[in-house]
């Protein structure tokens, strides 16, 4: 794993909520729809639970003139679904359809404590290798990795930094909130959407703000969501994991950029022995 540096951004109590991980994959045909159950009954004791849902589409980092090298094949036959395995508590789930493999950490309560990048990380190792050997029993072929992905979703709860539209310059020091003439009021909402590549064309960094709703109280919040993507030259694990980490430090540090001082306060950001 990528050896931290010493001044890494750490906070001992992120906005954390939801943690996504996985890798995306070349379509293979041998994938049915008997699949998902086959690969239920290897992780089903410790992921009991089942729920369907939509596909996720294809999506691919692309630069300059790159060409995918996804081929789209046109069927008859519907687009199989999107599985979810969760826990007993529903703070873990593995995805999987057939170009995808995903792992989750998510709070249910909202009262569960983040368990860090490190145990999310080595769960997914685990899952993955798992997966790739069900794909080798299963006669599926090789399974080619294309792209690796990693999401961040924080919810920032109204009264934590922000009571309306007008204080969002004190959580993003891009927002001004400023007009030219003074002649429209506070926005009713905010909603944007920021894109940074790596260097070397390694990947992006995607950062989103949307209004959302807590439920089932009803309360507003701020749902700030970063995920870094890349594509995966080798299906190889510790390639994969190089990937990944790397896509977490370009998380946690944009995250730490895209806020403010006053925002990593009260998140209690970490120096080398105090809280900053």
């Known amino acids: 794993m990528t050896q931290k540096t010493s001044n890494f951004p750490e906070y001992a109590n992120p906005p954390v909520a939801e943690v996504v991980i996985g890798v995306q994959f070349n379509t293979t045909e041998a994938f049915t729809a008997v699949h998902p159950g086959l690969y239920w009954q290897r992780v089903r004791d410790s992921y009991p639970k089942v729920n369907i849902q939509p596909p996720l589409s294809t999506v691919l980092e692309l630069f ?36 995808r493999f995903l792992h989750n950490w998510k709070k249910v309560t909202g009262q ?15 899952l993955w290798n798992d997966f790739s050997k069900f794909a080798e029993d299963e006669k599926l072929g090789q399974v080619k990795t294309n792209q690796w992905e990693l999401t961040y979703v924080n919810y920032i709860h109204q009264n934590s930094g922000w009571i309306s539209m007008n204080d969002i310059p004190n959580l993003f020091p891009c927002w001004s909130g400023k007009s030219s003439e003074g002649y429209l009021p506070i926005p009713e909402n905010i909603t944007f959407n920021v894109t940074y590549a790596f260097p070397e064309k390694l990947g992006r960094l995607h950062i989103s703000l949307q209004p959302a709703i807590k439920m089932p109280e009803g309360s507003p919040l701020l749902r700030l969501t970063l995920t870094a993507r890349g594509k995966l030259e080798s299906s190889d694990t510790e390639s994969i994991l190089d990937s990944l980490d790397l896509g977490h430090e370009w998380i946690v540090r944009g995250f730490t950029d895209f806020t403010s001082s006053e925002a990593h306060k009260m998140w209690k950001r970490k120096d080398e022995a105090n809280y900053v």
């Open 64 to 99: 300059g003139d790159e060409k995918p090298k996804v081929e789209a094949k046109l069927s008859s036959i519907p687009p199989l679904p999107r599985c979810w395995f969760l826990d007993d508590s529903q703070n873990r789930l593995v995805q999987i359809q057939p170009d």
């Open 112 to 126: 569960e404590e983040y368990p860090r990048y490190e145990a999310i990380r080595e769960d997914f190792k685990k």
